[in-house]
C-alpha cells in the first residue's frame, strides 16, 4: 500500500536554530514529491515539487532535498514566521492523486 | 486576485441535514478537488474533477457527492450528513491533474 509517513510530528526551534523536517515514503513508481506549508485557520500553501532522486529547489531559508526513499526540508537559520504545519504529498503510478503525510508542526520561538 | 472562494467559513449543521459546500475559482484551472482534513491524518481526497462535465471519486467518496458544470465551480453536497462528516474541508484546484494546487481557506463544518 502507498504510503507516506513525516516526522517528527512537531518540532520546536529556537529562532536561528536550522533543522530539518523528514518525508519518508513507499510508493510504486514516484512520478512527483510536493512540500507545502499550512497556516493555522488557512488553505496549504504550495513550496516546491521535485521529480527525481538528487533533486534539489530553494526558497528564502528552505531547502528541499529528495532521495529515491524520502525528502528532507532543511530549514536554515528559521525565524518565527517560518511557524507553520508543512505537508509533504506524493504522486506515483498511473494515479494522479496526491498521498499526504499528517504534516510536521513547526514552531520557531523568538 | 481572489483564486480560490469557499463558502461558508463554518457551519454547524444538524445530524440528517442536507448541505452543500461552495467552491469557485477564478484562474480557469482545469482539474479541481474537494479535500477533508482531520486531526492527525493527512488530507484525504474525497472527489475530483480533471476537466469540467467529469467528476472521479476519491479516497473517501461516500457520503459525499460533486459537479461541475462548468470551469469555475466544484460544489460539493453532503445528502444526509453525519457526525462522522465533522471536519475541515478544503476545496483545491490545479491547471492540470498532477500539477501543484491552489487552496481555498476552507469550510470548518460540525455535525451535531
Known amino acids: 500500500e502507498d504510503q507516506v509517513t513525516q516526522s517528527p510530528e512537531a518540532l520546536r526551534l529556537q529562532e536561528g536554530e536550522s533543522s530539518s523536517l523528514n518525508c519518508s515514503y513507499t510508493?510504486?513508481?514516484?512520478?512527483?514529491l510536493f512540500w507545502y506549508r499550512q497556516d493555522p485557520g488557512k488553505g496549504p500553501e504550495f513550496l516546491f515539487t521535485?521529480?527525481?532522486?538528487?533533486e534539489e529547489k530553494e526558497k528564502e531559508r528552505l531547502k528541499a532535498t529528495l532521495t529515491k526513499k524520502e525528502s528532507f526540508l532543511h530549514i536554515t537559520a528559521p525565524k518565527p514566521e517560518d511557524s507553520a504545519t508543512y505537508l509533504c504529498a506524493v504522486q506515483a503510478g498511473s494515479n494522479y492523486q496526491l498521498i499526504w503525510g499528517a504534516g510536521t508542526k513547526l514552531i520557531i520561538k523568538p | 486576485i481572489a483564486g480560490i472562494t469557499q463558502a461558508p467559513t463554518s457551519q454547524i449543521l444538524a445530524a440528517g441535514r442536507r448541505m452543500t459546500l461552495r467552491c469557485t475559482q477564478d484562474m480557469r484551472h482545469n482539474a479541481m478537488y474537494w479535500y477533508r482534513q482531520d486531526l492527525g491524518l493527512g488530507l484525504r481526497l474525497i472527489h475530483y474533477s480533471n476537466t469540467a462535465g467529469t467528476t472521479g471519486k476519491g479516497e473517501v467518496p461516500d457520503g459525499y457527492s460533486v459537479s461541475r458544470a462548468n470551469t469555475d465551480d466544484f460544489p460539493l453536497t453532503l445528502a444526509s450528513a453525519v457526525p462522522s462528516q465533522t471536519s475541515v474541508y478544503f476545496c483545491?484546484?490545479?491547471?492540470?491533474?498532477?500539477?501543484?494546487?491552489?487552496f481555498g481557506q476552507g469550510t470548518r463544518l460540525t455535525v451535531v
Open positions: 483545491a484546484s490545479s491547471v492540470r491533474d498532477g500539477t501543484e494546487a491552489f
Open positions: 521535485l521529480y527525481s532522486a538528487g
Open positions: 510508493v510504486s513508481g514516484l512520478r512527483g
